[in-house]
Structures are given as C-alpha cells and as structure tokens.
Nanobody, 124 residues
Framework: EVQLVESGGGLVQPGGSLRLSCAAS????????IGWFRQAPGKAREAVSL????????YYANSVKGRFTVSSDNAKTTVYLQMNSLKPEDTAVYYC?????????????????WGQGTQVTVSS
C-alpha cells in the first residue's frame, strides 16, 4: 500500500521560508512521478512542483518559479519542497501526490495517491 506523509507546514511571515517533506513508501516499482499540489480556500487544486523517476526537468508553476525548489533523496523516498520568499498568496493546504508511470502531469486527477495535506499560512 502506497503511503505519502507530509510534514513541515506552518505559519510564516511574508518573505520567510519553509521546507515541506513528503515521505513515500509502498511503491513496488521505481517508475513513478511525485510532487506537490496546493489548494487555497475556494480555489481548485493546482500543481506546484513535480518530478519523475526519469529525472527530467521538474515542473514548477509560474507563480512559484525562482522561489520554490523541489528535490528528493536518491531513491525518491523523500521529496522536499523548499519554499523561499513566501507570499500571502502562497497560503494553502499543500498536498504530496504520486502516480505510477514515468511522466508527471499537472492535472490532479492523474494522481492515484495523496497525502493528508499540510497547512501553509503566510501572514504578518
């Protein structure tokens, strides 16, 4: 059974930083894509940053390019999202998501596995 467990959310002032972690377990293959989505109140869930086992260039939403960085350990059992220069509009519940296969997709419906989510609040 695949499990994704996020940690690292919290309250931070504008301009601050947070690092989210996602511990992944239960994959029987090394071919999967994994990454981060977020959902703010009243808004659709959106892809933030995604990587795949092919080690292609990761995906970043335009709104986070240059501020967020996705990384993982060599086995991709833990995926991180380093978030710098945070803005109030980054406030959302952040979810770790994964799908079998070597490609990442930005549509949430393509992902079979989800973590429980972690709240990130950017406010002064």
């Amino acid at each position: 059974e695949v499990q994704l467990v996020e940690s690292g959310g919290g309250l931070v002032q504008p301009g601050g930083s947070l690092r989210l972690s996602c511990a992944a377990s239960g994959f029987t293959s090394d071919k999967y894509a994994i990454g981060w989505f977020r959902q703010a109140p009243g808004k659709a869930r959106e892809a933030v940053s995604l990587i795949s086992s092919r080690d292609d260039s990761p995906y970043y939403a335009n709104s986070v390019k240059g501020r967020f960085t996705v990384s993982s350990d060599n086995a991709k059992t833990t995926v991180y999202l380093q978030m710098n220069s945070l803005k109030p509009e980054d406030t959302a519940v952040y979810y770790c998501a994964a799908r079998r296969g070597i490609y990442w997709y930005t549509e949430a419906r393509e992902y079979e596995y989800w973590g429980q989510g972690t709240q990130v609040t950017v406010s002064s």
